[in-house]
């Protein structure tokens, strides 16, 4: 896929020089509830112009329920949302952001480039045809059939429709939920030109390495609430712990008690020591060992901050609370 090389609209115009900004969304209060099940629990979010945000979450955790109230998909229980300084509807209606929805749908019967057209009729000034295409990673399927394309496929001619309009925001759910490695890495690459070229992108997914690789920010959402916001770098660095990784053939005794040690963890013969103290670890592990095969200590990832960071709100069956 090309990186992106096209952009319309100046995802910033509108805003005198040297005036603050509007944010690109702008989230106070939300509250989202179906029936008695607490979706969205008084949620704020600022995101400003040009940031690429993922919104990291386990299943459940809110989400899309958020993405969902931001497009003024529905009336929330309670808050207000801006998109661009405006009401959802104005926003959408403006042409000013592109969305793609976990359930978004395709007209069945129609090709992919009939849709694309449609949908491109729309604006007024829309991205052309064969970059969108490119950028999109869809240059070889405007011909096929929508009910022919794969899951990862449609989810490419979604995210063309999302950009059809080239605009400064974009609001996306699970865009890579049904890609293949190398759709993802394309996605992800398309999302850094765009962002280089100063458009925002706000993106919810369960993939940590793709928060990690492609966000500029991420905020950690669990039981309908932020539980951290900040950069990658900044959420992993809220546990202080590092990983202790080797090769052990035999019985793991003693090493949940070695000093610093506070979990263990690693399948086969691989042994992950996560552990506050590495170096208080490392020489205790070669105090009782006679080798160490592999051995590599690594700082914590996002996987396991994101962990640490949702087990208060975990319940005994494994479910956020
Ligand atoms: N239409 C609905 N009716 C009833 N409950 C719902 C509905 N949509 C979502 N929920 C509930 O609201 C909560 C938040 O769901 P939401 O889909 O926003 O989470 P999510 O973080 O997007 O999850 P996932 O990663 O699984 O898509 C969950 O408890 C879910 O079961």
């Not at 309908?224 to 990784?245: E, M, Q, Y």
């Not at 090493?255 to 399948?267: D, F, N, S």
Request: charged share 20%.
């Amino acid at each position: 896929m090309d990186d992106v090389s096209h952009s319309r609209r100046d995802p910033g115009e509108g805003h005198a020089r040297g005036m603050p900004e509007t944010p690109a969304l702008a989230i106070e209060g939300l509250t989202v509830r179906y029936g008695q099940t607490l979706a969205v629990d008084a949620l704020d979010l600022r995101i400003d112009r040009g940031e690429t945000v993922a919104l990291l979450g386990s299943n459940g955790a809110g989400k899309s329920s958020v993405v969902n109230a931001a497009l003024g998909l529905f009336r929330p229980a309670a808050g207000t949302v801006r998109l661009l300084g405006r009401e959802p509807a104005a926003a959408l209606q403006a042409g000013g952001v592109g969305a793609m929805l976990q359930h978004g749908g395709l007209p069945s019967e129609a090709r992919v480039g009939e849709v694309l057209a449609l949908v491109r009729r729309r604006y007024a000034d829309p991205w052309p045809l064969a970059d969108l295409a490119a950028t999109a990673g869809i240059a070889g399927l405007l011909d096929r059939g929508v009910d022919a394309l794969s899951g990862g496929q449609r989810q490419r001619v979604l995210l063309a429709l999302a950009l059809a309009g080239a605009p400064p925001l974009l609001l996306l759910d699970e865009p890579t939920s049904a890609m293949d490695v190398k759709g993802r890495q394309a996605f992800w690459t398309t999302m850094r030109g765009l962002a280089d070229r100063g458009h925002t992108v706000v993106f919810a997914t369960h993939h940590l390495d793709e928060a990690d690789a492609v966000a500029d920010r991420v905020v950690v959402v669990a039981g309908g609430r932020v539980l951290a916001d900040g950069t990658a770098a900044k959420i992993k660095s809220r546990i202080a712990g590092r990983t202790v990784r080797f090769r052990c053939p035999g019985p793991r005794d003693g090493l949940a008690a070695m000093p610093g040690v506070t979990g263990i963890g690693g399948e086969g013969d691989l042994v992950e020591l996560n552990t506050t103290d590495a170096e208080a670890t490392l020489r205790a592990l070669l105090a009782s060992r006679t080798g160490l095969p592999d051995l590599e200590v690594r700082g914590a990832s996002l996987e396991q901050a994101f962990l640490h960071l949702t087990s208060d709100l975990t319940t005994a069956n494994g479910a956020l609370r």
